[in-house]
């Protein structure tokens, strides 16, 4: 049970991917290796409904989807201003935004909960999204390493 | 005095709490709806022709890419007709198995949609969101039931969605009871609560609209069927699953990509609802105790009661669940060798949201010669459109608009239908005319 948890949100397919691209370049880049034992994990997600259970017992989530986009920094989203975005690409009932709503109106989730949005062309070509992971991951990890930093440094003044 | 001249069009252009992409139109004159087209204008999927040459051991996995509520379904019935078309027996302990990778599927798909999709529409709330705030213990029970089934779809097929663990003949592996051992005392714990939502939708207040339609379903001979070799109908229908095609027409219509099913040219009803109107008695004693105590006979004919029957279904697929994690059904290799040839073979197993046919045929060295996939939904279709036309009548069409969209979007999401396999929800649009 740690404390960060890291989910990509997506599939294997095209444009969707980017999250799931993005979790295993940061796996690769050793992130959770960079904090003490136990406290980040990263894994990928599929259906957004099932971020409740994924989310269940963290204090601080970030996840990593595709956006509809062409934005050449990462996006960092609160769940409100994600579920503001009229821009969605996800197409099917219950989406990350409504996903993440349904958790905060629960009480359910962690205290800190932010979207990292990677900008996508959404009919891009599998190579094209992994090139734009690869330009983005830079920003995203720097990204991550924020949200956390002050996620700790409110963990400390409680 | 005149009388003044009335057209109405409700136009629902996308419908929502569903899967995949949907929109509604209605045109209403003189108190009478006079065009109804239910639109499905996703874009036609191919599968069937992606199929054609691929080796039959690629079924499984390219067909459970058709639905990402349902692959287990589209799995089974792969499986069941390539098999019936090699004329390989699988062991009864594979078939156990399969039978709990089921219970996982109707799990977290009737748990989803009850407390997800059709819940708020009966408690007058927008979203699952929104009654979250007032009813925070029953969306718990629907995601803790909802990952619990999905976790039993893990245990066998790697991964809860798109799994990848099935293939013709059994399975790639099966779990250790070190692996399961967790499963199983979640699934011990989860009968209450099960039995909880049983009791919890009787009692929501469902609109009271009685109809008459035809109910089709699978027959199983040892128990309630996700599996069964004849289709039988409230009409008297009981044919072998390969007769299907005699009795059973598909059709186009110009406004929706999605195929309409006929049985003998006439709509008809698949799902949660047909199969407990037709098997209910088939149900453990423990289960039917439970209908009992809900007050809700079955056969019914308000359609609304399919909440209560998908209730019904997550505590029988616990139970099961259970049952076949405490028997452990042994096996000394996860799946039977395959001989292919060139044959055909028609399979059938009971989706979340109804029959879903299969037929292929093969060539000698197993390649698939043709394929065709009839789903739940498409069955549904002119179903839904007929309980439209009842619904709305009954419900008044002189309401206002707001009124009756949110009533058609009720009636359509009430069959939890999977647009992707036939969700997004409802475009209405309504037009009035008077004469």
Partial sequence: ?158 | MTESKREVRIKVPVLTRVEGEGALDIAIHDQEITELRLRIFEPPRLFEKFLEGRDYQEVPDLVARICGICPVAYQMSAAQALENAFAVEVPAAVHEWRRLFYCGEWLQSHALHIHLLAAPDFLGFNSVTEMAGKYPAEVRRGLRLQALGNDIMELLGARSVHPVGARIGGFHSLPTANKYAPLLQRLRDAHEDARALVLWTAGLPLPDDEQDFCSVALHDRTGYGMYGDRLISSEGLNIAIEEYPQHFSEFQVPYSTALHGGLHGRPYLVGPLARLNLNAARLPRSVQEVIEATGIRFPSRNMFHSIVARAVEVLFAVQEATRILEAAPAVDVPCVEIRPRAAAGSGCTEAPRGILWHRYETQGDGRIRSARIVPPTSQNQARIEQDLRNALQAFGLDRDEPALRLHAETVIRNYDPCISCATHFLRLNIKRSTT
């Fill in chain 1, 1 to 158: 049970m740690t404390a960060v948890r890291i989910i990509g949100v997506g599939s294997p397919q095209a444009a969707d991917s980017a999250g799931w691209i993005a979790i295993e370049a940061l796996e690769r880049q050793g992130l959770a290796a960079q904090y003490p034992a136990g406290m980040l994990s990263l894994r990928q997600c599929r259906a957004p409904v099932h971020l409740y259970q994924a989310l269940a017992g963290s204090q601080c989530g970030i996840i990593v989807d595709a956006l509809a986009g062409t934005e050449t920094e990462v996006l960092r989203l609160t769940p409100e201003q994600l579920q503001a975005r009229t821009d969605l690409a996800s197409v099917h009932g219950i989406g990350v935004g409504e996903a993440l709503a349904l958790i905060q109106a629960l009480g359910s989730g962690p205290a800190a909960l932010t979207v990292l949005g990677i900008g996508i062309d959404v009919q891009a070509v599998p190579e094209l999204v992994e090139q734009r992971v690869k330009e983005l991951l830079p920003d995203l990890s720097q990204c991550i390493a924020r949200i956390i930093a002050e996620y700790v440094a409110a963990a400390e003044q409680t």
